[in-house]
């Protein structure tokens, strides 16, 4: 098996410039064959993406004879890459691929004017006769189309206000519950209950309701199950505001966004979300839960490692960051976060997607060429292997392909979940959670609309707005951004 060391998919302190390696000459700003791309990878990812764009660079040479040059552009984090293409959009100077959250991708659409289009539709390039996604083997060796890439993930690429794809997904992540497994098996045996497999597979069986009655069990009784430290401990901790709200209205039924018309729709300011905040801040105020918001900011995944929480609810993509094994005797448990409805059973869908941008300033012709091997790159990154290898590479994303679970090296990788705490996260997310993701409308205004029901949690609990002060706030400046 290979062995490898996972550091964080996304922000890094590590500014990264042109790569010598991947250029073939030196005056490339006009080139057709020169490849922007711009990233906000971590080092490790970032070295792995690396190696695989200089593969891509031989093979181009090997299919067509040209020598293609790939300027990886490092733009810090998701806010500054953001800030730096919209900058970039009156010069018309954008990279040819950039990576974007959808939410990033309906800002650039946003900014559209008739005839000059940013974001490059990608339905044409999937579907092309010569160059399309099942098409040219060397840059995609198993040839598999889109019916090898997890459903939800592709179908995220296609929610904004026009019809097409405009993004296309790579290293993905999920929500996931962590805890503390042998404290948990203790209370929930205490509890009387029964369990016949595992405490994971029973976590997994209960609702959203059920799981709360475990809390307060848990909260009358701390001291037997914290005898130094229960005045410090919350039962459950969860790492996002924002996707505590998104995720239990979804599962709820309660209005969140919408489209009507082609245009997206603000439907989060309603009685049956204020009825569930109310509920949230009930269980705060009875010190079952604690979220990032109202935890000073800070990531609750650092509470669980310090044991000040038995259960806590974070991302798949920093899961690394999250590894408590040192602090539990009885080891991690891992499951899905308990959901409000079985008929509503679905989880929030997070990590990196692609999308290609027209760079008006160099030509049409040199534009549309770099956009056909820009294409061809995405294809290859996001094939079977490519994109396996990829992920072993991150702290805890996984790879958009179907195919990519049973390849020889992310297969060894899963092999070892009985033993490291890593490949047991990704086979939770990979054969209990996988494909039951929703997808919401994108359009802009959809980022300061997730931000903004985050803020609802954070203060209504805190006390610091009244629930109607705090919707009509975050409506009012959710409306704003939309115009």
């Known amino acids: 098996m290979k062995h490898k060391k996972i550091l964080l998919l996304g922000v890094t302190l590590l500014s990264l410039a042109s790569i010598a390696s991947l250029s073939s000459c030196n005056d490339e700003a006009n080139s057709p064959y020169t490849i922007v791309f711009q990233h906000t990878f971590g080092q490790e990812v970032r070295n792995s993406v690396e190696r695989w764009c200089n593969k891509f660079v031989k093979i181009v040479k090997e299919q067509d004879n040209v020598d293609i040059s790939i300027k990886m552009d490092y733009a810090g984090n998701y806010s500054d890459c953001v800030k730096k293409t919209t900058n970039k959009i009156s010069t018309g100077d954008l990279p040819t691929i950039t990576v974007a959250y959808p939410d990033h991708v309906a800002i650039y659409k946003a900014l559209e004017k008739k005839e000059k289009r940013i974001v490059v539709p990608l339905d044409s390039y999937i579907e092309d006769p010569e160059i399309g996604l099942t098409k040219e083997k060397a840059y995609n060796p198993n040839l598999l189309g889109t019916e090898d ?33 042998a404290r948990v098996e203790q209370i929930i045996v205490d509890m009387g209950k029964s369990i016949t497999t595992s405490v994971e597979d029973y976590l997994n069986s209960i609702t959203w309701n059920e799981f709360v009655e475990i809390l307060r069990f848990e909260k009358k009784n701390i001291e037997r199950y914290y005898p130094t430290n229960s005045s410090k401990v919350y039962p459950f901790a969860y790492d996002s505001d924002a996707n505590l709200f998104i995720t239990q209205s979804y599962q709820r039924d309660i209005p969140f966004i919408s ?76 499951c899905k976060i308990p959901t409000y409805s079985k008929e509503r059973e679905k989880y929030v869908s997070q990590g990196v997607t692609l999308c290609m941008l027209n760079n008006t300033k160099i030509g049409e012709e040199n534009n549309k060429t770099r956009l056909k091997y820009a294409w061809r790159l995405i294809k290859y990154l996001t094939s079977t292997e490519v994109c396996a290898d990829i992920s072993l590479d991150s702290a805890g994303y996984i790879p958009c392909r179907y195919s990519s679970y049973t390849c020889e090296n992310y297969a060894d990788y899963l092999d070892t979940q009985n033993t490291d705490f890593m490949p047991k996260v990704a086979s939770k997310v990979i054969n209990e959670i996988n494909g039951n993701y929703f997808n919401y409308p994108v359009f802009k205004g959809t980022e300061k609309i997730r931000e903004q029901v985050g803020w609802i949690v954070t203060n209504v609990l805190l006390g610091s707005q009244t629930m109607d002060n705090a919707f009509t706030t975050a409506y009012k400046n959710s409306v704003n951004d939309m115009q």
């Open 149 to 181: 890439i997890v459903d939800s993930f592709l179908d995220e690429g296609r929610q904004y206000t026009e019809e097409g794809t405009y993004s296309f997904p790579f290293q993905k992540s999920t929500e996931i519950m962590l805890f503390d497994k």
């Open 259 to 334: 489209m009507k018309d082609g245009k997206g729709v603000c439907d989060f300011n309603n009685e049956k979300a204020k009825e569930m905040v109310n509920e949230l801040k009930g269980l705060y105020e009875e010190g079952l839960l604690l979220t990032k918001g109202t935890n000073e900011g800070e990531y609750t995944s650092d509470l669980f490692k310090e044991l000040g929480c038995t259960f806590v609810a974070s991302s798949t993509g920093g899961t690394s960051y999250n590894d408590a094994s040192s602090s539990l005797n009885g080891g991690i448990g891992v």
